[in-house]
């Protein structure tokens, strides 16, 4: 069967929903983040509203980005989980500056993050773990992240291991995995508008504390 191609050209979408305005802005940009988050919560067709596109780059200056999940947030910045030696993880040892991007496509928003990151506590990551799924602790330990692996067949296998390994007792986070911290610089709230006059307020901290400023779409 073949299938008619689709120019991605001829797509078109007017952003009609809602408009963002400095008088509707919260005071701080965890605070509007946190508006716009439970919005996408109570949004059925918002698939993970805590997923972000994460931005990280090499010594090199090669750019990567993925999808991760959100854990927490507040006025320090996002938290998100993921193996010190991942690829990611290696990328922020020697760049530790990253972006996120929130996308709720349904509500027509976006929200992104720049700012440095850091590791958080250790003892934060053991709180965050201790209430993870047994499956998700399991594969913590079982998955090389990011590395080559031979099979399917060897990544189960691990797993098994693991499950062996921690059978009948709690299962303790790796040394190696944990959590980092994205401490904002400065944070942009998206609206879509027709004719692709969207609104773009953007917190930035300066000298002074934070300012807002209006950027063009």
């Known amino acids: 069967m073949t299938i008619d191609p689709v120019d991605p050209s001829a797509l078109r979408r ?7 305005d400095e008088a509707g802005l919260a005071p701080e940009w965890h605070e509007q983040l946190s508006r716009w988050f439970l919005d996408a919560v109570g949004d059925a067709r918002s698939l993970e509203p805590n997923a ?18 959100v854990k927490s947030f507040d006025e320090r910045g996002i938290v998100f989980y993921t193996n010190y ?11 530790p500056y990253a972006s996120a991007a929130f996308v709720w496509l349904a509500l027509e928003r976006q ?18 773990f201790a209430g993870r799924p047994r ?3 399991l594969g913590a330990w079982a998955s090389p992240q990011s590395e080559v692996v031979a099979s399917r067949a060897a990544l189960d296998a691990a ?10 007792q ?17 944070v942009e709230f998206w609206q879509g508008r027709p004719d692709r006059l969207h609104d773009r307020l953007r917190f930035r901290c300066a000298d002074t504390g934070w300012v807002v400023e209006r950027l063009a779409p």
């Open 52 to 69: 972000v596109q994460l931005a990280t780059c090499d010594e090199a200056g090669r750019a990567s980005v993925r999808t991760v999940l």
């Open 14 to 20: 007017s952003y009609e929903r809602a408009a963002l």
């Open 111 to 128: 929200v992104r993050l720049s700012g440095p990151v850091a590791q958080v506590p250790r003892e934060e990551t053991e709180a965050y």
């Open 85 to 95: 030696r991942s690829a990611k993880g290696r990328e922020l040892a020697v760049r």
């Open 170 to 186: 709690d299962v303790p986070p790796p040394p190696y995995w944990g959590g980092y911290r994205l401490a904002p610089d400065a």
């Open 135 to 137: 499956g998700s602790q």
């Open 159 to 168: 797993y098994a291991a693991a499950e062996r390994r921690f059978a009948g």
